[in-house]
């Protein structure tokens, strides 16, 4: 398979009018900045590669040799000649892939086993690593792709022979409910912005490479209805950031007053106090008001990231946060506009001759 492999990487060399980045050697030229940016050009929107070329990106995610770290718990009967304490093979008990691996810990997942990785290791032996990357990049432009995308291994990005997106989650306080991949954190709580300052910080020899096209941050979050963030706050505990600024906003908007609250909201709370520990679901006639601080919420999400790659990556693409196919709250969309360089998507589907972007959203678009 070695050989095999070798013999069509030889043959199949990839695209000949592509510069180191993948970008369009013979095209137009624009200014060369060093970095990745984006261009509008004749009312279409271009990534600009750090030589300057139009660039089109077109990758796969998931270029490592851990793309099947397989759970075992429960289920390890399913599989033949398991390896046995002291084997060799033993090792892929252990590897792990950084980006997915908080995933399996939060669903308390114990045992897993990388075969992925351990049939590299049969293939290339011990420096399988190593020779798997070469190989990954040479693979990449033999097939024509200029991109290494979301969930890739970091070892092989910073090869620096391919451009490559990273990504990274937001963390801190989880406000309590809000289903889907991975919590929606309270905006509202430092520890959210330092979450991001932290990991950046981690970054520092991506962001200083010319090969990082940009960040996604965060990954198929649940934005809900129009006033879905909000209805969920108000139900957690007093202790969240956030359900303390959603009193603060409610008392400046009835100017301290609980009872013209109640009188529009149909409820009966003695006080402001009485709000803020509230558990329950409040009532329809809540909704106008909730999705005011929806959209609140929205913005300090995107408004905190936004700065803080200002400060600690400036140059540096945020490429948004992946909406979860087409239907995520249009005013997730909007809001999210205003601060993301690019609108990115995950869209599972064969066409997008039937997908318009909102007409008042004018940004690049990344589908995943």
Same mark, same amino acid.
């Not at 980006?99 to 049939?119: C, G, H, M, Q, V």
């Not at 969920?232 to 959603?246: H, R, S």
């Not at 402001?272 to 509230?278: G, M």
């Not at 196919?325 to 997730?332: E, H, L, M, Q, T």
């Given at each position: 398979?070695?050989?095999?492999?070798? %013999?069509?990487?030889?043959?199949?060399?990839?695209?000949?009018?592509?510069?180191?980045?993948?970008?369009? %050697?013979?095209? =137009?030229?624009?200014?060369?900045?060093?970095?990745?940016?984006?261009?509008?050009?004749?009312?279409?929107?271009?990534?600009?590669?750090?030589?300057?070329?139009?660039?089109?990106?077109?990758? #796969?995610?998931?270029?490592?040799?851990?793309?099947?770290?397989?759970?075992?718990?429960?289920?390890? /009967?399913?599989?033949?000649?398991? !390896?046995?304490?002291?084997? @060799?093979?033993?090792?892929?008990?252990?590897?792990?892939?950084?980006?997915?691996? =908080?995933?399996?810990?939060?669903?308390?997942?114990?045992?897993?086993?990388?075969?992925?990785?351990?049939?590299?290791?049969?293939?290339?032996?011990?420096?399988?690593?190593?020779?798997?990357?070469?190989?990954?990049?040479?693979?990449?432009?033999? $097939?024509? *792709?200029?991109?290494?995308?979301?969930?890739?291994?970091?070892?092989?990005? *910073?090869?620096?022979?391919?451009?490559?997106?990273?990504?990274?989650?937001?963390?801190?306080?989880?406000?309590?409910?809000?289903?889907? $991949?991975?919590?929606?954190?309270?905006?509202?709580?430092?520890?959210?912005?330092?979450?991001?300052?932290?990991?950046?910080?981690?970054?520092?020899?991506?962001?200083?490479? !010319?090969?990082? #096209?940009?960040?996604? #941050?965060?990954?198929?979050?649940?934005?809900?209805?129009?006033?879905?963030? %909000?209805?969920?706050?108000?139900?957690?505990?007093?202790? *969240?950031?956030?359900?303390?600024?959603?009193?603060?906003?409610?008392?400046?908007?009835?100017?301290?007053?609980?009872?013209?609250?109640?009188?529009?909201?149909?409820?009966?709370?003695?006080?402001? @106090?009485?709000?803020?520990?509230?558990?329950?679901?409040?009532?329809?006639?809540?909704?106008?008001?909730?999705?005011?601080?929806?959209?609140?919420?929205?913005?300090?999400?995107?408004?905190?990231?936004?700065?803080?790659?200002?400060?600690?990556?400036?140059? #540096?693409?945020?490429?948004?946060?992946?909406?979860?196919?087409?239907?995520?709250?249009?005013?997730?969309?909007?809001?999210?506009?205003?601060?993301?360089?690019?609108?990115? /998507?995950?869209?599972?589907?064969?066409?997008?001759?039937?997908?318009?972007? !909102? @007409?008042?959203?004018?940004? !690049?678009?990344?589908?995943?």
């Amino acid at each position: 398979a070695r050989e095999e492999e070798e %013999a069509d990487l030889a043959a199949h060399k990839g695209a000949t009018d592509r510069n180191k980045y993948g970008g369009w %050697a013979n095209g =137009p030229k624009h200014e060369a900045t060093g970095r990745f940016y984006f261009k509008k050009i004749d009312g279409k929107w271009w990534f600009i590669d750090p030589e300057g070329c139009l660039w089109w990106s077109h990758g #796969v995610v998931r270029v490592t040799p851990s793309s099947a770290v397989t759970p075992l718990d429960g289920r390890k /009967h399913y599989f033949e000649n398991m !390896p046995k304490r002291g084997d @060799e093979l033993e090792q892929f008990y252990f590897t792990h892939d950084s980006l997915l691996k =908080p995933y399996y810990t939060a669903r308390n997942i114990k045992e897993t086993d990388d075969f992925s990785s351990a049939n590299c290791y049969r293939k290339y032996g011990k420096n399988y690593k190593q020779i798997y990357g070469e190989l990954a990049h040479r693979r990449l432009q033999s $097939w024509g *792709l200029n991109t290494i995308a979301n969930s890739s291994d970091k070892d092989i990005c *910073l090869m620096s022979k391919t451009p490559y997106i990273e990504r990274l989650e937001a963390r801190g306080g989880p406000i309590k409910g809000i289903g889907g $991949w991975w919590p929606f954190r309270d905006p509202f709580d430092p520890s959210f912005r330092q979450s991001i300052i932290d990991q950046l910080k981690d970054r520092e020899k991506s962001l200083k490479d !010319p090969y990082l #096209v940009g960040l996604f #941050v965060d990954n198929e979050l649940r934005w809900g209805n129009e006033s879905y963030l %909000a209805v969920m706050i108000a139900k957690n505990p007093a202790t *969240l950031l956030g359900k303390q600024e959603l009193v603060k906003f409610y008392q400046a908007k009835y100017n301290g007053d609980i009872k013209k609250l109640n009188f529009d909201w149909n409820t009966s709370f003695a006080s402001w @106090e009485a709000l803020l520990e509230n558990s329950e679901d409040l009532p329809k006639q809540a909704s106008t008001d909730l999705v005011e601080f929806n959209d609140l919420v929205i913005h300090a999400y995107f408004r905190g990231i936004r700065e803080v790659f200002n400060e600690c990556a400036p140059g #540096v693409l945020y490429l948004g946060c992946r909406y979860a196919g087409r239907s995520s709250n249009p005013r997730a969309l909007l809001i999210g506009s205003q601060y993301s360089d690019a609108i990115s /998507h995950n869209m599972y589907n064969f066409t997008l001759a039937d997908y318009r972007q !909102p @007409e008042s959203i004018d940004k !690049p678009m990344i589908i995943g």
